[in-house]
C-alpha cells in the first residue's frame, strides 16, 4: 500500500514537473489552441532496456507564424520547436535543443538535457537539422510519421553527449481519431495484494493490428495498454506484451509487467499474457481470461549510483476481460501507412516491429509465424 501511496503521489507531482521544466525563451501557448495527440513508440532507457510507449497524450501547438511547438515530444521536460511548410507537408526541428534540467540518480545533481535525432549505429546525437512528413486530413487534423527516425534525450559530461533515453518508431496521430472509435469493455481482476475483488470499465480501440485499453494497470488510469490478437490454428486469444511504459518522475520509472507467481510465492517474467478468446454470439462480446497464477502489474525500477532497484508496485490476477466484437473485427486501420504494408509487417512477442526477421517466432497477420 506504501509504495501504491507514493505513486499516486509522484504522478500529481509529474504534472506540475512538466509545466515548470521549461526554457526561457520559450512563448506561453495558448491552452485553446493546441491540438492533442496520441504518440506511440517505444522508448529505451539506458539503465533499463526496452519499453513501449502507447498512445502517450501530448499536445502541439501550431502558431500562426508557421512556428510549431511539441509538448513532451521524448520525455517529461520541455518543449521541442520546429517550423512547419503547409505547402511540401514537412515539419524541420533543430537538433541540440536545450530541454530543461532532469535528475538522473537518485540524490543526484541535475543535468541540463537536449533533444535530437540520434544515429541508430553509432548511438550518437546528431547535429544540424531533421524532416518530419505530415498528413493534413483536413480540419486542422495532421497526422505525423517519424517511424524511420532515433530521437534521443542526452546531456553532456567532460564535453561529450551522454544518451540518458531514446525512442524510435514515433507515429502520431490526432486524439480525436482515436477517440471517436473508442468504445467500452468490462474488466474484472483480483489484487494479489490486497486479495481484493476488482471490477470496472475499460475503455478499448483497435488501431492498425493493435487492440489499445485504457487501463489495465488501475492505479495510472490516464494511460493506455496495447494488446493484440492472434489466430493460431483456428483459435483466437488476446496477447498483451510485456514491458509497457507508465510514468516517469525524477529518476523512477514505472513499467508495466507481465508475470507468473508460483504457488512458493516465486514471481516469474513473461514475454506476455496470453488469454483464450471466447465468442457469445448472442452479447457480440469475447470473454478473454488469464490462466492460473498469471497476472499482470507495474513495476517500479529506481535508479541510483550503485544500480538500479526494483520493486512491485500492483499486481492483478485471475483476470477477465469481456470485449465488444466490433473491437476485434474492426477499427481504425492505419492513417499513415496503407493497409497492405500494414498487413504484411512482423512483430515480436513485445509488439516491437521487425524489418528482417531472423529465427525465433513472430506475429503476422494476427498469426504466429515460427522462423527455424
Known sequence: MKIKLLLSSLLIATSMNAQTNVNETEPELDESKATYFYYDDEIHVNSIGYTKRNLLEEKVYIMENNEIYFQE???????????????TGTITIKNGQAMGTKQLTEGGTAHQMYFATMNPTTQQPETGEFTLKYIDKGDGKICIDGGSLCFALYYMEQEKPIVFLHTKGLKMI???????????????????DEEEEGNGVLESVKYGENIYFKSLETIVP?????????????KI?????NNQFLSYLENIYFVFKTAKIDDSGKI??????TLPMTLDASTHTYKCTTAKNDFLGSLSYTITNSGVKNEWVTKYGNISITLPETQ??????????????ENNQYYDLQ?????HPTRGIY??????????
Open 174 to 192: 490526432n486524439e480525436e481519431q482515436i477517440d471517436n472509435k473508442i468504445q467500452k469493455a468490462s474488466y474484472k481482476y483480483v489484487d494479489l
Open 351 to 355: 509488439g516491437r516491429a521487425i524489418q
Open 328 to 341: 476485434v473485427t474492426n477499427g481504425i486501420t492505419t492513417v499513415i501507412q496503407p493497409k497492405t504494408q
Open 73 to 87: 515530444f521524448i520525455d517529461f521536460v520541455g518543449l521541442v520547436k520546429g517550423t512547419i511548410n503547409k505547402e
Open 237 to 241: 486469444s488476446l496477447f498483451i506484451p
Open 268 to 273: 516469474t517474467e513473461l514475454e506476455g499474457l
Open 222 to 234: 490516464e494511460k493506455w495498454q496495447v494488446a493484440k490478437v492472434i489466430n493460431e490454428n483456428n
Open 363 to 372: 506475429i503476422k497477420n494476427g498469426k504466429k509465424i515460427v522462423i527455424k
